[in-house]
């Protein structure tokens, strides 16, 4: 998973794509996989560097502030399913290693600038975004006369001085593509199975990544599957830093809860544009405060025996589980699943009433399944 640049506090647009993924391997888990779920954090940057100069701090002191912020709000939003974070600065000789084994592959090559990836020495570059070899060049008009050709990519950027490492091709800073298959493939091997991140990251970034792992190992797939979360926008427009219309994710846990947060994202498929409102925000909080009430209703009922009324429960239960697991079954399709939740709480809340009360095996089977299916969208109410 391809984490945060670490120079800035995290926005909402972070929230949606790690929330998106921690459903989707908390779910995975849920049907019994071995999930090993490794997030990267970008803290060699220049970004970061530029941000650290002006605060007249180190880069990498600055990543670090950063860095626990993030985790700070990754708590705060019940993000729980990663077992570890990498920093790209940790991984320095492999990121060396792959930029050699690239050049000694015939596909890099260096210039006075730094070393670059030869694009058309990977013909099935732009086969994740579709995009065409014009376009692809187009795109990726970087201001640098020293490269062979406009869509070639960095892998080493050469500095004279400051925020850097000694290389084979001097003193500098490795590129952003080639840090993350650093750290995926010295931690996966050469194939492995998911790759998320935010569908801005599609190209040039994972489209880089591909021909990178691929040239390096020569085997295909480098991924098996890419799964990418829609855009996040705020009254019409994309939320960034460059527009002023960001929202930190901690400001927006001072009004909404991380359970609120979370059943809004999870009230979009992953793929899906998110657009962000109040109207849409308290729309959540709504939904969530009556799912709440229902199944405390039916919770603080006493059980009672009665065996027409527990095999009526026993059949939604037994429903609502099918219909849950169909749904994300289909591409985790988030929304869907938690209609059938939904649909459960209003069951539930009818069992409430003194003359549909259930007996006490029926009631925990019920409380067990609830449980067990709100805790993979993280909407568990306290
Ligand atoms: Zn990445």
Not at 333 to 341: C, E, F, I, S, Y
């Amino acid at each position: 998973m391809c984490g945060p640049t670490v120079y800035d506090y995290v926005h909402l647009g972070h929230a949606r794509t790690y929330i998106a993924f921690d459903i989707i391997v908390r779910y995975l888990r849920f049907c019994g996989y071995t999930v090993n779920y490794v997030m990267n954090l970008t803290d060699v940057a220049d970004r970061i560097v530029e941000r650290a100069e002006e605060l007249r701090k180190a880069p990498l002191e600055l990543a670090s502030e950063y860095e626990k912020a993030f985790f700070e709000d990754m708590q705060a939003l019940d993000i729980d399913c990663v077992d570890r974070y990498e920093r790209a600065s940790d991984y320095i000789p492999q990121i060396v290693d792959q930029i050699s084994g690239l050049i000694a592959k015939g596909v890099a090559y260096e210039t006075n600038t730094g070393v670059y990836f030869e694009v058309k020495k990977y013909p099935k570059f732009g086969q994740l975004s579709g995009l065409s070899r014009e376009e692809l060049g187009l795109r990726r008009l970087e201001l640098c006369s020293s490269k062979k050709n406009p869509e070639d990519f960095s892998l080493w950027r050469k500095h004279e001085k400051g925020f850097g490492w000694d290389s084979p091709w001097g003193f500098g800073r490795p590129g952003w593509h080639v840090e993350d298959t650093a750290i995926s493939m010295s931690n996966f091997g050469d194939t492995y199975d998911l790759h998320g991140g935010a569908s801005e990251l599609m190209f040039p970034h994972h489209e880089a990544e591909i021909a990178q792992a691929e040239m390096l190992s020569g085997k295909a797939p480098f991924v098996r599957f890419w799964l990418h979360t829609g855009l996040l926008s705020i009254g019409g427009r994309k939320m960034s830093k460059s527009l002023g219309n960001v929202i930190r994710i901690r400001d927006s846990l001072k009004e909404y809860s991380a359970h609120e947060l979370r059943y809004f994202f999870g009230s979009f498929h992953y793929r899906e544009p998110v657009r962000i409102s109040d109207a849409g925000l308290e729309h959540a909080r709504k939904a969530l405060e009556s799912f709440s009430k229902n199944i405390k209703a039916f919770m603080e009922t006493p059980p009672k025996a009665n065996g027409r009324n527990s095999e009526k429960l026993e059949n939604i239960i037994r429903r609502t589980e099918i219909s849950f697991r169909h749904h994300m079954d289909n591409d985790f399709d988030t929304p869907n699943a938690l209609k059938a939740l939904t649909g459960l709480s209003t069951q539930l809340q009818r069992f409430a009433k003194s003359a549909f009360r259930v007996d006490e095996k029926s009631k925990e089977r019920a409380e067990t399944a609830l449980h067990t299916m709100s805790n993979v969208i993280g909407i568990l109410p306290d």
